[in-house]
């Protein structure tokens, strides 16, 4: 079984600021992606950046980058030059990507809420 | 705009009944799933359709059933509706995840369902 873990109910950051937001994943498969989404508070969800569990470089999608630590099984979302628009919830998931019948499904986090203050 | 569609967007309803929920996936993805996001839960994996099969369940109750129909639209039935029933349910659809395309999901809007 897959497991994802958000360990921060809530973050704050100063606008033009960097962020972290954490996430730990557990699985027995070889094979994963690994994603995050941003909800916000119009309820919409949004894809943000995806990595696999196979790709050499960490991830990178403009402000967005993925820290990528396998052997740790992280995979933290860092946010660069915060705007007043990330204030959101954002959810870490994966997905196993090989054959079987969880393939394609994401299992998500519970999410951290992200507030940029000006 | 994630070219997924659903509604209604909003459904007030109360207890005992019954409402369906419709989607419509992005153009070309053979992949639909529903997914409900309620505060206690989180969003919580429901069922998974590919190309008018059934392809993983997750914690879907047994008073709710889904399908996908031939031209790809699916369709979520919730019945006896209870109070817990109230959350936020959402469609989306995926590609196959190839050497080019990561398979992400795209989202519909979700559809609110209230009951009361």
């Known amino acids: 079984a897959q497991k994802i873990t958000q360990t921060q109910p809530g973050m704050f950051v100063q606008e033009k600021e960097a962020v972290t937001l954490d996430c730990t994943y557990d699985?027995?498969?070889?094979?994963?992606?690994l994603f995050w989404y941003k909800q916000p508070s119009s309820g919409e969800m949004i894809f943000l950046i995806y990595q696999g569990s196979y790709d050499q470089q960490n991830a990178t999608e403009g402000r967005y980058s993925l820290n990528f630590q396998k052997a740790r099984k992280s995979a933290n979302l860092v946010i660069s030059a915060s705007q007043l628009g990330d204030s959101a919830m954002y959810f870490c998931?994966?997905?196993?990507?090989?054959?079987?019948?969880?393939?394609?499904?994401?299992?998500f986090g519970q999410g951290t809420i992200l507030t940029v203050h000006p | 705009d994630s070219g997924v569609t659903q509604t209604p967007k909003h459904l007030i309803t109360a207890t005992g009944q019954r409402v369906t929920l419709r989607c419509s996936p992005r153009s070309g993805d053979l992949s639909v799933y529903w997914y409900q996001q309620s505060l206690d839960q989180g969003l919580q994996f429901l069922i998974q359709y590919y190309n008018g099969e059934e392809r993983a369940k997750g914690n879907i109750l047994e008073r709710f059933s889904a399908q996908q129909f031939p031209d790809l639209h699916s369709e979520l039935n919730l019945s006896s509706l209870e109070l817990g029933d109230s959350a936020l349910y959402f469609c989306?659809?995926?590609?196959?995840?190839?050497?080019?395309?990561?398979?992400?999901?795209?989202f519909g809007e979700g559809s609110r369902l209230t009951v009361l």
């Open positions: 998931a994966m997905r196993r990507n090989a054959g079987g019948t969880s393939y394609g499904k994401l299992t």
């Open positions: 989306a659809s995926s590609s196959e995840l190839t050497p080019k395309n990561t398979g992400e999901l795209f």
């Open positions: 699985t027995s498969d070889p094979s994963y992606g």
